[in-house]
């Protein structure tokens, strides 16, 4: 073909675009429910569209972090301090206010009234912590926005620092992606997990998931449902080994942890509904410390071990015809406060009551947990609507289910993030996300419940490019999830909010 050929070519195409632009609806054509085709028009080729982002600058400015994991700075700032304060566990633990300014809280936690008194039973377990006999259980429940320990871990150190405790609290028996955590997990062995949210596995009859919402096992399930002739194990129809399945999982020590969470003397193995014995072997640090026979049981059962200094690495051996399901282990001290990172990647937050309710409330109980926050909403954006009552009910359902089986729990309600869906050549936030919001809000408020806003804390509507574009990047490249440097400043704002409400109970109290 001719230069002259290509040439006319090239430019009958560049005319067909031209006029396609002109001619083609400027809202595009509505292929199907969920797909619109759009072509650039001639106007976004004259003039570009600008992409919306909010400012964040001031509330980023307005949230330093840098320095926030020095644990010897904070001791050194605050031991000449007026505060009251004890030594525990080679920790100064502090009671009375941590002062917090009032133009550094970004945005406030909200309440269903002017009493502010949704949080008063947890505050006033906090500010009598050094009284307790055990270590107080905050759990923050949520989706993949707290994965990799994301939020947790700032808002952990902050309060072990301030109220005593040591330790990462649960660690699930099998991680379900292998992210940086707080602690490093290694296996051997045929191990399947199974979770009460995501697919869930026909395999599973019942409603057992645990305090984490999942169980882990070495050998198939083995319903309750099938003949009793299937499910007894006799040694006398056993050939010696035959059945025997062995397993093992090490948990160490990891380089993204730190402060206190990084200290434990004592870890708990939640399981239970083995139907043969278990033999357990647990080495700390190469070193065996116990052995043990676990019997059959049908119920769970938590297994404890102390250890005179944190072992860097632990590794427990299983030995068995059938294992138990293995809800997680807690790392913890013996005092302070425990705070368990529970991230269930997809989930709206609509999973406890698919869970075993008594057992779930029994768990709590022998937890001591007090408080719950409940970080949930990103993953319902995707299914646009116009109305969200119908996830305001169901979540309120859950709030009301989590204070009945455990009444003397507080709870707090984080909401969704902004997130940014693309139109044209800009990011623009989701239509439906402060509908969510609302619905969240409502149902928190609804069950005396209080609730953190996320979404306008990042600065509300089209803040989330400003953090993607932010130098260095304070969210991902999918318009969603934060960086890690991003959720620190999160977590920062979300802990001053707290801290300046328990600072308003002490002085309300004292």
């Given at each position: 073909?001719?230069?002259?050929?290509?040439?006319?070519?090239?430019?009958?195409?560049?005319?067909?675009?031209?006029?396609?632009?002109?001619?083609?609806p400027?809202?595009?054509?509505?292929?199907?429910?969920?797909?619109?085709?759009?072509?650039?028009?001639?106007?976004?080729?004259?003039?570009?569209?600008e992409?919306k982002?909010?400012?964040?600058?001031?509330?980023?400015?307005?949230?330093?972090?840098?320095?926030?994991?020095d644990?010897?700075?904070?001791?050194?700032?605050?031991?000449?301090?007026?505060?009251?304060?004890?030594?525990?566990?080679?920790?100064?633990?502090?009671?009375?206010?941590?002062?917090?300014?009032?133009?550094?809280?970004i945005?406030?936690?909200?309440?269903?009234?002017?009493?502010?008194?949704?949080?008063?039973?947890?505050?006033?377990?906090?500010?009598?912590?050094?009284?307790?006999?055990?270590?107080?259980?905050?759990?923050?429940?949520?989706d993949?926005?707290?994965e990799?320990?994301?939020?947790?871990?700032?808002?952990?150190?902050?309060?072990?620092?301030?109220?005593?405790?040591?330790?990462?609290?649960?660690?699930?028996?099998?991680?379900?992606?292998?992210?940086?955590s707080?602690?490093?997990?290694?296996?051997?062995?045929?191990?399947?997990?199974?979770?009460?949210?995501?697919?869930?596995?026909?395999?599973?009859?019942?409603?057992?998931?645990?305090?984490?919402?999942?169980?882990a096992?070495?050998?198939?399930?083995?319903?309750?449902?099938?003949?009793?002739?299937?499910?007894?194990?006799?040694?006398?129809?056993?050939?010696?080994?035959?059945?025997?399945?062995?397993?093992?999982?090490?948990?160490?020590?990891?380089?993204?942890?730190?402060g206190?969470?990084?200290?434990?003397?004592?870890?708990?193995m939640?399981?239970?509904?083995?139907?043969?014995e278990?033999?357990?072997?647990?080495?700390?640090?190469?070193?065996?410390?116990?052995q043990?026979?676990?019997?059959?049981?049908?119920?769970?059962?938590?297994?404890?071990?102390?250890?005179?200094?944190?072992p860097?690495t632990?590794?427990?051996?299983?030995?068995?015809e059938?294992?138990?399901?293995?809800?997680?282990?807690?790392?913890?001290?013996?005092?302070?406060?425990?705070?368990?990172?529970?991230?269930?990647?997809?989930?709206?937050?609509?999973?406890?009551?698919?869970?075993?309710?008594?057992?779930?409330?029994?768990?709590?109980?022998?937890?001591?947990?007090?408080?719950?926050?409940?970080?949930?909403?990103?993953?319902?954006?995707?299914?646009?609507?116009?109305?969200?009552?119908?996830?305001?009910?169901?979540?309120?359902r859950?709030?009301?289910?989590?204070?009945?089986?455990?009444?003397?729990?507080?709870?707090?309600?984080i909401?969704?993030?902004?997130?940014?869906?693309?139109?044209?050549?800009?990011?623009?936030?989701?239509?439906?996300?402060?509908?969510?919001?609302?619905?969240?809000?409502?149902?928190?408020?609804?069950?005396?419940?209080?609730?953190w806003?996320?979404?306008?804390?990042?600065?509300?509507?089209?803040?989330?490019?400003g953090?993607?574009?932010?130098?260095?990047?304070?969210?991902?490249?999918?318009?969603?999830h934060?960086?890690?440097?991003?959720?620190?400043?999160?977590?920062?704002?979300?802990?001053?909010?707290?801290?300046?409400?328990?600072?308003?109970?002490?002085?309300?109290?004292?």
């Open positions: 073909m001719s230069p002259k050929k290509i040439s006319a070519f090239i430019l009958s195409v560049l005319f067909l675009l031209l006029l396609l632009s002109i001619i083609f400027p809202e595009g054509i509505k292929i199907t429910k969920n797909f619109t085709l759009k072509f650039i028009t001639v106007e976004q080729l004259i003039n570009p569209p992409q982002k909010t400012d964040i600058s001031e509330i980023i400015n307005g949230t330093d972090i840098e320095d926030e994991t644990t010897t700075a904070f001791i050194k700032e605050k031991k000449h301090s007026n505060l009251d304060s004890v030594k525990v566990d080679s920790q100064y633990v502090y009671y009375k206010p941590v002062p917090v300014k009032i133009d550094s809280v945005r406030h936690i909200e309440f269903p009234d002017n009493t502010h008194s949704s949080l008063n039973k947890f505050f006033a377990i906090l500010a009598n912590i050094k009284n307790c006999k055990k270590p107080v259980r905050i759990l923050h429940y949520g993949s926005q707290i990799t320990d994301r939020i947790t871990d700032y808002f952990r150190y902050k309060l072990q620092t301030q109220f005593g405790g040591t330790g990462p609290g649960i660690v699930p028996a099998i991680k379900a992606f292998d992210f940086k707080p602690m490093i997990q290694s296996y051997t062995g045929e191990w399947k997990r199974y979770t009460v949210y995501g697919k869930r596995d026909t395999v599973i009859k019942h409603r057992r998931y645990g305090m984490a919402g999942n169980f096992r070495f050998t198939p399930v083995i319903n309750d449902t099938l003949p009793d002739s299937l499910i007894t194990f006799r040694q006398k129809d056993i050939i010696p080994g035959k059945l025997l399945k062995y397993a093992s999982i090490t948990i160490s020590q990891s380089p993204y942890s730190f206190p969470s990084k200290r434990y003397k004592r870890c708990k939640f399981y239970g509904y083995n139907k043969s278990v033999k357990i072997k647990i080495f700390a640090d190469g070193q065996m410390t116990d043990s026979i676990l019997p059959p049981v049908n119920d769970y059962r938590v297994k404890t071990w102390n250890f005179d200094k944190t860097q632990l590794r427990f051996e299983f030995e068995a059938d294992s138990p399901d293995i809800y997680g282990f807690s790392l913890e001290g013996y005092s302070g406060i425990n705070v368990d990172n529970i991230a269930m990647r997809g989930s709206g937050g609509l999973i406890f009551t698919r869970m075993d309710l008594n057992m779930l409330g029994r768990m709590y109980k022998q937890l001591n947990a007090k408080l719950l926050i409940l970080q949930f909403g990103g993953n319902t954006v995707p299914n646009v609507r116009k109305n969200y009552d119908y996830y305001k009910k169901a979540f309120s859950q709030l009301r289910t989590l204070k009945r089986i455990s009444p003397d729990i507080t709870i707090i309600v909401g969704l993030a902004d997130m940014s869906k693309k139109e044209n050549d800009t990011y623009v936030t989701y239509p439906n996300v402060p509908l969510i919001r609302d619905a969240l809000k409502k149902a928190a408020f609804e069950n005396n419940c209080a609730y806003d996320m979404y306008e804390a990042m600065g509300g509507e089209n803040s989330m490019p953090w993607v574009f932010y130098d260095p990047p304070l969210a991902e490249k999918d318009f969603i934060f960086t890690p440097r991003g959720a620190r400043y999160i977590a920062k704002m979300f802990y001053n909010a707290f801290m300046f409400e328990y600072n308003r109970y002490i002085k309300k109290h004292k």
